[in-house]
């Protein structure tokens, strides 16, 4: 794989459901992001990670939580998913140790749609 | 408030210049970025501005005035793939991206 890799590319599910969204990176890229995207908003920070075995609250963290056991991987779970939750979910990340000017490097999306 | 304001939608010709303009008020600044999204997919790295001044990359340029809380990316020469939505970002004091909704540029032939 080269760069960021998300999966599903898309889900239907249910409210009440829990459901995880997976996202790896090979750029050995310390920092990860998740996003959501929703129309006519600007891309909303749910969870980050500067480092492997951190975690911060983004500007919406309510109902999602994430972890990162390693450098690649930054999972991010809805415990138990309502329909406000459907959105665009986007997984990124950079090179933080070089300073404010590295850019987020995306990954495809998750669509997700909660019935 | 963070705030991050762009226009919601331009319309431009094939071959002319559109410039979109950019104004934010955000706690702290460490640089300002602009991505380009086309419909369905990720957003993708354009520019970064943390100096006053213009910042020049092919048919692209980004200017920056941190007096004024102000960016516009000026595209040149359009082409229909420049069809795309066009996202402001300004790295706050806490190094976290404050995104703008984006602006959507439509290319007509």
């Known amino acids: 794989i080269a760069g960021i890799t998300q999966a599903p590319t898309s889900q239907i599910l249910a409210a009440g459901r829990r459901m995880t969204l997976r996202c790896t990176q090979d750029m050995r890229h310390n920092a990860m992001y998740w996003y959501r995207q929703d129309l006519g908003l600007g891309l909303r920070l749910i969870h980050y990670s500067n480092t492997a075995g951190t975690t911060g609250k983004g500007e919406v963290p309510d109902g999602y939580s994430v972890s990162r056991a390693n450098t690649d991987d930054f999972p991010l779970t809805l415990a138990s998913a309502v329909p406000s939750q459907t959105s665009v979910y986007f997984c990124?990340?950079?090179?933080?140790?070089?300073?404010?000017?590295?850019?987020?490097?995306f990954g495809p999306g998750t669509r997700l749609t909660v019935l | 408030g963070q705030n991050i304001d762009q226009p919601t939608e331009m319309t431009a010709t094939e071959g002319a210049i559109v410039q979109i303009n950019c104004t934010y008020q955000?706690?702290?600044?460490?640089?300002l970025f602009w991505y380009q999204q086309h419909a369905g997919e990720a957003p993708t790295f354009l520019s970064y501005n943390v100096l006053d001044g213009l910042e020049e990359k092919g048919r692209f340029s980004s200017f920056l005035s941190r007096s004024k809380g102000y960016s516009y990316l000026l595209l040149k020469e359009l082409q229909m793939k420049d069809s795309a939505s066009y996202l402001c970002?300004?790295?706050?004091?806490?190094?976290?991206?404050?995104w703008g909704a984006g602006t959507k540029l439509i290319i007509k032939p």
């Open positions: 990124a990340s950079s090179d933080a140790s070089g300073g404010a000017s590295n850019e987020q490097f």
């Open positions: 970002a300004v790295k706050d004091s806490n190094y976290q991206l404050i």
């Open positions: 955000t706690s702290g600044f460490n640089g």
